[in-house]
C-alpha cells in the first residue's frame, strides 16, 4: 500500500516522558526564539521545534522524513546559509501505520495533521531517524557540499538548496541530503552525507532517495507517481491547443474517479480551474510542468485542484491538484497528478 510521503508524530505524553523531555523542550525552544526573528530554520532547528508536537500525539512517535518545502518564491540566496522558512517534518510509531504531519511556514509551526489512513502498511522500525543519530546540521553539511564543487542553486523549480533528512534503510545510515542542480539546470543533483559522521556518501547510492525527495519538494502527502500515463508525457503532437476550458468542468466528472481511483472520492468538488501559467504558485506548479516535461506542454495544460471535504481540515489531504490537457480527438486528460 502506498504510504503518506512525510509523516510527523506527535504523541500523548506521560508525566514521566514529560520530565525526561523538558529539559530538551526548553533547550529547543530557546533555540526556536533565536531564529524565529529570521523566519529561517536548518532542518535539525526544524526537527526539534516539530517533536515536542508530535509527541503530544503519540509517545512512541519517531522521525521518519524531514524535508524543506519548496513554495519560496524564486530569489537569490534561497537555502544559501543551510537554512530555510518552510519545512514538512513527519514522524510515525515504529511498526504500526500511525502518521502524523507537522507543517512549517516561515519558522512557525502552522499544520499538525494526524494523516493515518486505514489499510496503509505499517512503517517498520528500521524506516526512523534516532535524535541522537543527528550529529551534523544542514549549514555545515552545506559548506561541505560546495566545497566538493558541481552543486549549485536551483532558479524555477526546487529552489535553491533544498535538504532532506531520512533513513537508508539498504545501508542502515541516517542521511541527509543536500540538494541542487547541474551548472545549466537541467538536472538535479544531490550531495550526501552520514548525518552521525559526517561522512560523505558516493552518488551511487543515492539515486532511489533522491528520486523520493523530488516528489517530497512540495506539500505532498502521498507517495504517488507525478506522470500519471506510466511516467510519460503527454505526445505533443497528439495534443490540440486549449486556449479555454471548454468542456473540462464536465470531463472532470470522468478524470477525477479515474485519476483517485484507489481512493474514496465521492463528494468532491472543483475549487479552481485555471490556466497552468496562472495557476495558485505559478513559480511551483508552471515551473514543475515546465521541468517534467517542457515549455510547449505546460503552455498547453490547464491547472484543477480539487477538494475532497472527507479528509478536511487537512489541507494538504484534503486538496489535490492536477493538469489536464486535451487530444486531437477533443477529450480531455490528466497526465500529472501533484497530490
Not at 503532437?237 to 486556449?243: A, H, I, R
Amino acid at each position: 500500500m502506498k504510504k503518506v510521503v512525510f509523516v510527523v508524530l506527535i504523541l500523548l505524553v506521560s508525566v514521566g516522558t514529560i520530565e525526561k523531555l523538558s529539559a530538551r523542550s526548553l533547550q529547543a525552544a530557546e533555540k526556536t526564539l533565536e531564529v524565529s526573528k529570521h523566519q529561517e530554520l536548518s532542518i535539525k532547528q526544524a526537527i526539534e521545534l516539530a517533536y515536542p508536537s508530535a509527541l503530544k500525539w503519540n509517545e512512541n512517535a519517531q522521525l521518519l522524513v524531514a524535508i524543506n518545502i519548496d513554495i519560496d518564491k524564486p530569489g537569490k540566496g534561497i537555502g544559501a546559509n543551510g537554512k530555510r522558512k518552510n519545512w514538512n517534518i513527519s514522524f510515525g510509531v515504529p511498526d504500526t501505520n500511525k502518521y502524523f504531519l507537522v507543517t512549517i511556514h516561515d519558522g512557525k509551526i502552522d499544520g499538525l495533521n494526524d494523516l493515518t489512513t486505514e489499510g496503509t502498511s505499517p512503517y517498520p522500525k528500521k524506516e526512523f531517524v534516532g535524535a541522537a543519530d543527528i550529529k551534523y546540521d544542514s549549514p555545515e553539511l552545506l559548506k561541505k557540499a560546495l566545497e566538493m564543487g558541481s552543486i549549485y542553486p536551483g532558479k524555477d523549480w526546487a529552489k535553491g538548496y533544498n535538504f532532506m533528512l531520512r533513513k537508508d534503510t539498504v545501508t542502515n545510515i541516517s542521511l541527509m541530503l543536500v540538494i541542487g542542480w547541474n551548472s545549466n539546470q537541467t538536472e538535479m543533483k544531490a550531495v550526501g552525507f552520514n548525518v552521525t559522521t559526517g561522512e560523505y556518501i558516493p552518488p551511487k547510492n543515492l539515486l532511489g532517495i533522491l528520486m523520493y525527495s523530488q516528489i517530497a519538494f512540495a506539500e505532498t502527502d502521498e507517495g504517488v507517481p507525478f506522470l500519471i500515463s506510466n511516467g510519460k508525457c503527454p505526445d505533443l503532437q497528439n495534443l490540440e491547443p486549449v486556449s479555454s476550458d471548454k468542456g473540462l468542468l464536465n470531463a472532470l466528472n470522468t478524470i477525477i474517479p479515474e485519476v483517485y481511483k484507489n481512493q474514496n472520492y465521492k463528494g468532491w468538488k472543483v475549487e479552481t480551474i485555471a490556466h497552468l501559467s496562472e495557476s495558485p504558485h505559478p513559480d511551483a506548479y508552471y515551473a514543475m510542468a515546465k521541468n517534467y516535461c517542457g515549455e510547449e506542454i505546460a503552455n498547453n495544460s490547464w491547472f484543477v485542484e480539487v477538494l475532497f471535504p472527507q479528509y478536511l481540515p487537512a489541507y494538504d489531504a484534503s486538496h489535490r491538484q492536477i493538469f489536464v490537457t486535451k487530444n486531437k480527438q477533443g477529450q480531455w486528460f490528466a497526465w500529472f497528478r501533484f497530490h
